[in-house]
Every structure is written in C-alpha cells, then in structure tokens.
C-alpha cells in the first residue's frame, strides 16, 4: 500500500474480515493436522497452515491490528471434517470463504500487489489440496455402486411390493429381506470385479464400501413401513428419503471432488424416480391379472 493511502473505515472492515479468514484457516489446519494419523495428509496441513498464518501477517502489516480466530466457525468446520473427512471438510471451508472475496474489489485500486498475491496464494493452497489422499474419497466409486443398486433396486422393489401386498408390515419384510440379500450379492460382485481388473483398489474393502452403503441405503428406505402402518404414506416417505439420500451424497460429491452437484442428482434422482414408479404401476398391474388379496 502507497505511503499516503488512506484507510476508510470501509476497507478496514474488509481487510480486517480477510485477516481474520487467514487465521481461521490457519487455526482449523493445524487442529486437523494434529489428529491426521497420515504422515503424507499431516504435512499437507502442516504446510497449508502455515501458508494461512503467513497471509495473516501480510494482512497485519496493512491494518496493524491483531485478530482472532472465530471459535464458533473454526470449530464447525474442524467437526465437519472430523465426521466426514478431512478433504470434504477443508473443501467446505474453502467454498465459505469464496463468499469473503468480494471484500477484494475495493482494495484492489487502493492496494493493486494484492491482485498476484492473492492469486499467487489461491493457486498454492489449491495445489496442496489436491494433494490429499483419502481412502474414503480413493473408494468412493464402490459407495456410489452401492447406494446407486440399492436406490435404484429397493426403491423400486418397495414401490412394486406396495401394490402386491398393500400392507405395511408385508412391504416392509419382503423389502429388508429382498435388500440384505441384494447387498450381500453386490458385495461379492464388487469384489469379483476388482479381483479380475487388478487395479490399485484393495477387492476387499471395495465390497465392504459397497455392501455397507447399501445396507445403510436399505435400512433408510425400509424403515418408514416399520414405523407407519398406511402403505401409501410408507412409500412417500421412502421415496422422500431415497431424494434427501441422493441430494446429501451428491453434495458430498460435488464439494470432495469438485463434481456438478444438479447435474449428477436430477441424473440420479430421474433414475430411482423412474424406475419406483414404473415398478408401481407393474406391481398393480400384476395384483389385479393375478388377482391376488393378501
């Protein structure tokens, strides 16, 4: 900044919020790296940190102040990425922080080095990111197989079985059975296939990945004919939970691995949709030729 420039109280709130974003990164950094067991992950937040905690004292040589850490932000990210991994957790945050850079602009004519700083910064931090090494993220492929089978199969299993049986506790049976079965099937199928491909994928924890996701998919989508006793209104919150299912991995997707959120859920959710409700009208169909009354 030129000698002679005069910080408006405006601009002083602006660097003082970027300021602040510096030392939350640089506070969250180095909480996770204190908890990653990955020696390769550790150094990778150790060094981003410390990229962050630079920024903060470029920023204070500016506005010659010091700035806390927001513990109330600091802290929700660090538990995001305590629960749902480190690279969807520092992803997330990243993302928050698009939303201060507006605060850029008006410094930009006062303070013109900030422009290559802040790009020269950007481009470091997003190169140690991609850096990462999650083995969830590294089998996120056999999760996407087992919720996209079990969305897919069960949605459309329950929604046949609703008008075969037409009673809840019926539906809910044959649906836990049909999906416990099916997780077990694509299980070994994943790890068949990873056998005959060979790649860098462990087969065994590939089909653990999937059968667990299929399982918790089976679990959220059966549980409503357990707890609701109207077989319509056990399909409609099912289908409801197959949606918030989609919509919740997606995102999860779509922040981890920089994925098209709307793209892949309106995809997946026309997919599980499509075939419930063709399966519903083929589940009627087939009660009414057969005549059956359960």
């Avoid at 087992?146 to 044959?174: H, M, W």
């Avoid at 995102?251 to 859920?265: C, G, M």
Wanted: proline share 2%.
């Amino acid at each position: 900044m030129k000698p002679e420039t005069q910080i408006s109280k405006e601009m002083m709130d602006n660097l003082l919020k970027l300021q602040q974003e510096e030392r939350n990164g640089h506070t969250i950094y180095a909480r996770l790296a204190e908890i990653t067991k990955d020696e390769h992950n550790r150094k990778i937040l150790e060094r981003i940190s410390a990229e962050e905690e630079k920024h903060y004292q470029i920023w204070k040589k500016i506005t010659q102040q010091e700035v806390p850490a927001n513990q109330l932000k600091t802290n929700f990210y660090y538990w995001m990425a305590r629960l749902l991994g480190i690279t969807f957790g520092v992803k997330l945050m990243e993302l928050g922080e698009e939303s201060t850079q507006a605060a850029y602009e008006p410094l930009l004519k006062e303070i013109p080095e900030i422009r290559q700083m802040h790009a020269d910064e950007e481009r470091h931090e997003e190169e140690l990111l991609g850096m990462l090494d999650e083995e969830s993220l590294r089998y996120a492929g056999s999760v996407v197989l087992g919720l996209n089978d079990a969305l897919v199969e069960l949605t459309g299993a329950l929604a046949g079985f609703s008008f075969a049986f037409q009673k809840a506790n019926i539906i809910a049976l044959a649906g836990l059975i049909t999906g416990i079965s099916a997780s077990f099937s694509m299980a070994a199928s994943e790890y068949l296939s990873n056998r005959a491909e060979g790649g860098d994928q462990d087969p065994v924890k590939s089909a653990v990945y999937t059968g667990i996701a299929y399982i918790f998919t089976v679990a959220i989508l059966v549980i409503p004919f357990f707890l609701v006793s109207n077989y319509l209104v056990s399909l409609g919150w099912t289908i409801l939970n197959a949606i918030l299912i989609i919509a919740a991995f997606n995102y999860y997707l779509s922040v981890a691995k920089n994925l098209d959120f709307k793209r892949r859920f309106f995809e997946m959710a026309l997919i599980s949709l499509g075939v419930a409700f063709l399966s519903f009208i083929i589940g009627n169909l087939i009660r009414r030729w057969f005549g059956i009354e359960i």
